[in-house]
């Protein structure tokens, strides 16, 4: 097969991130991937679309330019931005930044700073970072068409949470109301995003305030698409807080997608999910 290419130019609006995933999945899964790493590989397109808006593009007309090419050993995904951003970063900065994120993936108090880290350590052949022609930075990514094993998730040094327990309130608390004092039940649907992050994670925060001790929280994930790498983020200081004051945070209802993100950034080793 001939090399193959599509260049894309859309305007730098974290509106499109949702376009941008869909558009990354049908590429990898015409380039030969399993329905699984399409998966992954629509979520790298998604942080590397993220950044370029956050960081190298003005807040109003900016444009990003999104290159596919695949052949039949590989598939890339680049994007490049025109560098108008306020928190315009250089090639060396943001390298080291990226190399220092990596080396505390398995942090689980970090918030933010997991998502190229991510990509990097666990996703990519390689991750290619150069000036752009655009005035920016240009950021790529190659994977091999080589297998559909996915890549093993971090250790993590944290203590695991005690199944039993766990166990026990995943079966009686269908019978308890979302204000008991020992369990709370909160929702969560659609997708979760950069431009709607803070609403989505208010509510959580709220209950995470007047939670007792020996409390669990439940996130019930049954209508959840799709989180970002800043929400992972933010699970595992939940959950890391939660641990401390001995609470519990359950995952329930999670579909496959979910799932393999949380094993492959490893907070399943340390949060109960449970799955549809």
């Given at each position: 097969?001939?090399?193959q290419?599509?260049?894309?130019?859309?305007?730098?609006?974290?509106?499109?991130?949702?376009?941008?995933?869909?558009?990354?999945?049908?590429f990898?899964?015409?380039?030969?991937?399993?329905?699984?790493w399409a998966?992954?590989l629509?979520l790298?397109l998604?942080?590397?679309?993220?950044?370029?808006?956050?960081?190298?593009?003005?807040?109003?007309?900016?444009?990003?330019?999104?290159?596919?090419?695949?052949?039949?050993t590989?598939?890339y995904?680049?994007?490049?931005?025109?560098?108008?951003?306020?928190?315009?970063?250089?090639?060396?900065?943001?390298?080291?930044?990226i190399?220092?994120?990596?080396?505390?993936?398995d942090?689980?108090?970090k918030?933010?700073?997991?998502?190229?880290?991510?990509?990097?350590?666990?996703?990519?052949?390689?991750?290619?970072?150069e000036?752009?022609?655009?005035?920016?930075?240009?950021?790529g990514?190659?994977?091999?068409?080589n297998?559909?094993k996915?890549?093993?998730?971090?250790?993590?040094?944290?203590?695991?949470?005690?199944?039993?327990?766990?166990?026990k309130?995943?079966?009686t608390?269908s019978?308890?109301?979302?204000?008991?004092?020992?369990?709370?039940?909160?929702?969560?649907?659609?997708e979760?995003?950069?431009?709607?992050?803070?609403?989505?994670?208010?509510?959580?925060?709220?209950?995470?305030k007047?939670?007792?001790?020996?409390?669990?929280?439940?996130?019930?994930?049954?209508?959840?698409?799709?989180?970002?790498?800043?929400?992972?983020?933010?699970?595992?200081?939940?959950?890391?807080?939660?641990?401390?004051?001995h609470?519990h945070?359950?995952?329930k209802n999670?579909?496959?997608?979910?799932?393999?993100?949380?094993?492959?950034?490893?907070l399943?080793?340390?949060?109960?999910?449970?799955s549809?």
């Open positions: 097969m001939e090399k290419t599509i260049n894309v130019t859309l305007p730098a609006d974290l509106e499109y991130s949702s376009f941008v995933r869909q558009m990354a999945k049908e990898a899964l015409m380039s030969g991937f399993c329905e699984a998966e992954r629509k790298v998604d942080e590397l679309f993220t950044n370029a808006c956050k960081y190298g593009s003005a807040e109003i007309g900016g444009k990003l330019f999104i290159h596919f090419e695949r052949d039949e590989e598939i995904f680049q994007i490049d931005d025109e560098g108008k951003g306020k928190n315009k970063a250089s090639v060396e900065k943001l390298r080291a930044h190399e220092k994120n990596a080396r505390e993936l942090d689980l108090t918030k933010s700073g997991r998502g190229l880290a991510l990509i990097s350590a666990l996703w990519a052949d390689e991750l290619i970072l000036e752009s022609s655009h005035g920016g930075l240009c950021v990514f190659r994977k091999k068409i297998g559909d996915p890549a093993e998730p971090p250790h993590s040094s944290l203590s695991l949470t005690s199944l039993d327990k766990v166990n309130v995943l079966t608390h019978t308890l109301s979302t204000d008991s004092k020992n369990t709370v039940i909160l929702t969560l649907e659609g979760v995003s950069f431009s709607n992050l803070q609403e989505k994670i208010k509510p959580i925060e709220e209950a995470l007047t939670l007792h001790e020996a409390s669990t929280l439940i996130l019930d994930c049954q209508k959840l698409r799709y989180f970002n790498s800043t929400f992972i983020g933010y699970l595992a200081s939940w959950y890391n807080e939660l641990h401390k004051r609470c945070l359950l995952l999670t579909n496959q997608d979910i799932r393999s993100m949380l094993d492959l950034v490893g399943s080793r340390v949060i109960y999910v449970d549809q």
